[in-house]
């Protein structure tokens, strides 16, 4: 057959004039617009394109079809990209998440990636001045326990020290301020008497061996007044002559209203009366006293 002839058939479409001219020969069973590729991509067939379709509508996965269709890839080439960018990713530093809340192991792992110290004692937690550090020690433990971050420690102790010293401060204040509310009702209340009971007070706690830090801690219990009360009572009781200001009666550490009472009482008692009425030095002196007591200025 002539080149002509060949030709004539190839343009024609004829099978039989393409395999004369070398583009298919004896026993070959397609053409060139038909040969399909068929790639080991785990049981996916990538067809030729096919500007009729999307171009993986060859996928036999249906649930594959549906997920690169859902992603938007427009072409294999957008897929590469995509691909590339998942490389980038699972390549940088990575962070095992544990299995639930009860994965200790696991959330021990995202504590040290966190930056955990690897013990308590890495913590340099700040120790508020003259304390002994034995609350630091005891915080450090459980803080690497729930996995903090040396910052997050050392950030949360010093916070809780600000507070701490905060509420002391103001507990020392509502101390002082409730003591000499305490100071200036006790002084209404004894009247003249005051300085007398505070030496009272004064001799029990030197009887009892009660120093400063064990009056402070009475006071501290009972409350400024309510402890000058008691220490008073109990020297008092003592009954110590030295304080005893005249022979007919002993006025020493008298309240106000014990005065008070005390003048009703001897008005009352008609012998003494008769003794005051008289001219009598001590009857006349007690009577002073106990005015300066009952009506102090």
Known sequence: MSDGANGSAMLAGNPAGDAAAGNGGAGSPTSNNQITAVADTGGVTN???????????????????????????KDPADLAVGYKNLEKLLGAEKMPMPKGADDAEG?????????????????????????????????????????????????????YNEQGAG????????????????????????GGAFDENVEYGRRAAREYGLNAEKLSALENALGTGEMLKLMATIGRAQGESEFVTSSTGNTFGMTPSAAQQRISALRADKTWTAKYISGD?????EMQRLMNLAYPE
């Open 281 to 285: 030095a001590d009857a006349r002196s």
């Open 47 to 73: 067809p030729a394109p096919n500007a009729a379709g999307n171009w993986y509508d060859g996928f036999q996965d249906n649930e594959l079809k549906g997920y690169v269709q859902n992603k938007g890839w």
């Open 167 to 190: 509420r002391m401060t103001q507990m020392q204040q509502e101390l002082a301020a409730k003591a000499e509310s305490d100071m200036q009702s006790l002084k209404q209340e004894w």
């Open 107 to 159: 959330w021990n792992r995202v504590y040290d990636a966190l930056g955990r110290p690897k013990s308590a004692e890495d913590y340099k937690l700040p120790v508020p001045q003259g304390d002994d550090g034995a609350f630091a020690k005891v915080a450090a433990g459980k803080f690497h326990e729930l996995g903090l971050t040396a910052k997050q420690a050392e950030g949360l102790a010093a916070w």
